[in-house]
């Protein structure tokens, strides 16, 4: 089968590399938008693609929302099979591409899309079928999770832990939607969308780690603590989905702790299955293109769809859990919060807050922060 590339960037050149040694697939036209990298059979506009009847996939890396969806949609309306990496395309755009496969017959695959190199979509579309996934997440964002291991175990600061990142091709193309959260929210999104049939579009929260400070990061590790950022969802007990990104603080011996550098540690609880885990490199060019040759080798053995034909958007409800959490703000601020303990010095008070639903949580550190009040929190976690 040949496949066109959309995009020539980090991951399509390693797409492209590696459609050239993989069974049963061969590299076609690469579409590279005006005014970019020069490419190998390059086209500069998708009607080159959809008309050309030896394409039969089309893979797209080029991520943003716009002209992703425009180019998705020709192309699966052409009947090409469709595999991308690209999450905001999939979390903004996913119910409306599920649409328009089913009416042409093409797959739509996005197992790239969350996670990197590691198979956890794929696999969470297998399990649903015959288990009860009662809850899914885990480490999903390799740029925050460089940051924060270098943040905490080597020392580094906050601009250069995120240059390293960017350099090193983990970094989305503008790296505020790692930083805050958003990346690993739209892949817990993705997650819920395979395992639930709900793809939560309302009610999400993210919390990233843009405020936490070095000095956030010395108090932790001297506490014994790590931090890293958790995407979680799952089921509440009356049947509604939780959705959301904040950073959790782990006890030295947790897996978490042990996960380092760019991976990602993907997780899942099967009702009969019990806790899954998936881990390796969640980003950069080889992992990623791992995660879309592996969508296409899956096209060429039949499967059609991630999404299942019921999938529809709704709304996350994350006011059902309850954690406690770790909160550093000025001290006036601190009597916001019911805390089990607080400690304050130098107008700083550090407090761990009584039992919390990220819902609340979340709140109460908006409307702290619209009040003036800088602040970072993290949950307290195993
Ligand atoms: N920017 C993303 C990350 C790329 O750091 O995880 C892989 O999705």
Redesign the pocket.
Known sequence: MKVAVLGYGVVGVGVYEMLKKAEGLEPGPVLVRPGKADAPFKVTSIEQIVSDPTVGAVAEVMGGVSPAFEYAAAALKAGKHFVT?N?ALVAAKGIELKALAEESGAAFLFSA?CG?GVPFLHNLSIARKSDEIRSLGGI?????NYMLDAMQRLDMDYGQALAD?QRLG???ADPT??VSGL?ALR?IMLACAVAYDVLPTEGLLNEGIENMTAADAAHMKSRGYTCRLLAQGGRNPDGSVYAFVEPVLFRAGAPECSVLE?Y?MAKYEGACAGSIVLMGQ??GRWP?ASAVLRDLSCVLQGDRAMLQPGCKAGAADNSALSRLYYVRLPEAFAARLPSESCEAEDGLARLVTKPLSPAAMHAAAKEIRAAGGELFFAAIGG
């Open positions: 990496s999450k899309a990197g999903l964002n390799g740029t925050t990142a983990y970094a989305e939607a790692d990346d892949k760019n990602n969640g980003a990623t």
